[in-house]
């Protein structure tokens, strides 16, 4: 029988011809990533009392969850890893104004198909965009990585998500997941690997591969791919650190689920508090007052993302009681949207620029107050994720965010986009 | 070391804890010790104020969704929980609360079967879970030998070291 994509990497990076779901495999993977939590493992390192890492050129390090410095003790952590970064000579390291380690390291060409990547941070499944197996792990595990270059995989069973047809007006890939993941549940693909396929997977960008990648962990997914094809290759070219092959999986691997998804029978989405599996069709939820639009994270802060938004509140103003959020997800995004003329037309706009990282959704800035509500283009939106215990969050795509933030209530994006 | 019998009394909250519950984001940077003075104090308030050394957390699905934050395990361990029994757990958390030797079980049905103030026997090895107070054993999904094997020896560095810096699956 053939391997799954998730069965390939594991099987690869472990040394073995063969692996079966199940079984449990000491891997070595090609990457570990981690960002502001790297502190953690410092501390830990010094505990166990040794210096010598396993691979260098293994390792990436990106400070992103709280940039630039909050606190003292930010700082503190800041300098620990930079002094640690730079007494190792660790080549893959971006320091606080880089943005969002994912984006970052998957724009620098450090992620590429196949590979095994560990991160401290649990939308580590966006690497599949890229065809990569990528996975979060605690700074624990990272510590041991350093040290030993290996850890231990159990091999997960994979589900098919086969997506057809074509995204109506202002439908984007954040609906389609929103939807995905309140039909499965947050709980639906748990341990799981998630493979993307289908005629619309195949024309679709890297970027809207990334939304999908990311969301998957919102359906409790190990890792997701969409499996390397043409538009991986065109992304890579002058950015891929190293030569890489296009990793497939076999027409034969087993799959424990097929999902089939129509993406021309949605409709705009929106997640309700306070779980992300909550979601409901714009329909239901228009007319909700919001306080805040938080446009930026993994999940939905890239340029394409910046670029639906500009268009919407070109020439609009937004609704005096909403404060609109920006935050780009990497300095390259920053910069593309800086010369097209996307920052400048949301900043006329009415909205608010940060400087490119995790914000508002890691609780860095941006929090509610008692009782507000704010609608954000993240990932998730857990009770007192971003401030007070009775602020309610609503996830949505950047078009239905932009179309909020001009109306001042949760508003449908096909009256802008139709 | 870590236990891998615990008897105390059982605390239960529901389905899809998510980590953002277990710690806030505005305690990720403090002592251990004070991150377990608020854990679960959004979903459950009395949990803190009368949890003691060897009780038992019984959660529903998922339990610990959401960020992978690794310290989630830890202050949980420093409220003094024995155990976390759930009817599952997101998977971060579980290979976070193994490799710092929290013992954590999985057991479908748990929440029908116990209620909070239960005096619990928890027996991870077996993947046994005694309800002293109704007088009836549940069966629960004993870890694997390896991750046994690493809760065992306290945790994965522990584990680690044991073994010469080699994993043994």
Not at chain 1, 324 to 353: C, F, N
Request: aromatic share 6%; glycine share 10%; with cysteine.
């Amino acid at each position: 029988m053939g391997m799954t994509l998730a069965q390939k990497v594991l099987a690869q990076t472990s040394g073995k011809p063969t692996v079966l779901p199940g079984e449990i495999v000491d891997a070595y993977p090609d990457l570990v990533m981690s960002h502001l939590a790297s502190w953690r493992s410092i501390r830990q390192l010094e505990q166990v009392g040794v210096d010598r890492l396993y691979d260098l050129n293994r390792i990436a390090v990106v400070l992103d969850h709280r940039s630039p410095a909050r606190t003292p003790e930010d700082a503190g952590h800041h300098q620990l890893i930079r002094e640690f970064v730079k007494r190792h000579g660790i080549p893959v390291y971006y320091d606080v104004h880089e943005g969002i380690a994912h984006l970052v390291l998957m724009e620098r060409g450090h992620v590429l198909p196949g590979m095994l990547i560990l991160g401290t941070d649990s939308h580590s499944t966006i690497y599949g965009a890229l065809g990569a197996f990528g996975t979060g792990v605690g700074f624990t595990e990272v510590t041991s990585v350093w040290l030993t270059g290996c850890v231990w995989m159990k091999v997960p069973e994979s589900v098919r998500v086969v997506i057809t047809g074509r995204f109506p007006p202002a439908v984007f890939g954040k609906d389609l997941m929103l939807a995905l993941i309140g039909q499965l549940t947050a709980n639906g693909c748990t341990y799981k690997s998630v493979e993307f396929t289908g005629d619309l997977v195949a024309n679709l960008s890297i970027s809207e591969r990334m939304t999908f990648c990311n969301l998957a962990m919102e359906l409790g997914a190990k890792c997701a791919f969409v499996p390397a094809d043409a538009v991986t290759e065109a992304y890579l070219a002058g950015r891929a650190k190293r030569p890489y092959e296009l990793l497939r999986p076999d027409p034969d691997a087993p799959y424990a689920r097929q999902v089939t998804v129509d993406a021309s029978a949605l409709t705009p989405m929106v997640s309700c508090p306070h779980q992300v599996d909550n979601a409901k069709p714009i329909t239901a939820v228009q007319g909700t007052r919001i306080h805040q639009a938080f446009l930026g994270s993994c999940a939905n802060a890239k340029y394409e993302d910046l670029e639906v938004a500009a268009g919407i509140l070109k020439g609009r103003r937004v609704h005096p009681d909403v404060r609109l959020i920006v935050t780009p997800g990497s300095r390259e995004i920053y910069l593309q949207a800086m010369r097209s003329g996307a920052l400048q037309t949301l900043v006329e706009a009415g909205a608010m620029l940060t400087n490119p990282g995790c914000g508002a959704c890691a609780g860095d800035g941006g929090s509610l107050g008692d009782g507000e509500v704010c609608l954000s283009t993240a990932n998730r939106n857990f009770l007192g994720r971003m401030g007070s215990r009775t602020s309610q969050i609503y996830l949505s795509s950047p078009a239905t965010l932009a179309a909020s933030a001009i109306k001042g209530v949760i508003a449908d994006p096909r009256e802008f986009l139709a | 070391m870590s236990a891998l019998r615990v008897r105390g009394r059982c605390w239960k909250v529901g389905d899809n804890i998510p980590t953002d519950a277990i710690v806030a984001t505005a305690n990720l940077f403090k002592p251990y010790e004070e991150m377990a003075r608020h854990v679960l104090a959004s979903v459950h308030p009395e949990f803190v104020l009368g949890v003691k050394p060897g009780d038992v957390l019984v959660a529903g699905r998922h339990f610990a969704c959401s960020s992978g934050r690794a310290v989630a395990p830890k202050a949980l361990r420093a409220t003094g929980i024995g155990v976390v029994v759930a009817e599952s757990f997101a998977r971060t958390f579980y290979r976070n609360a193994h490799e710092i030797g929290l013992p954590i079980l999985e057991c479908p049905g748990i929440t029908e079967q116990v209620r909070e103030g239960d005096e619990l026997d928890v027996d991870v090895e077996a993947g046994l879970v005694r309800n002293l107070t109704l007088g009836q054993t549940i069966q629960a999904v004993p870890p694997p030998p390896f991750l046994r094997g690493m809760l065992k020896a306290g945790g994965l560095h522990a584990y680690l070291e044991l073994h010469g810096g080699e994993f043994v699956s």
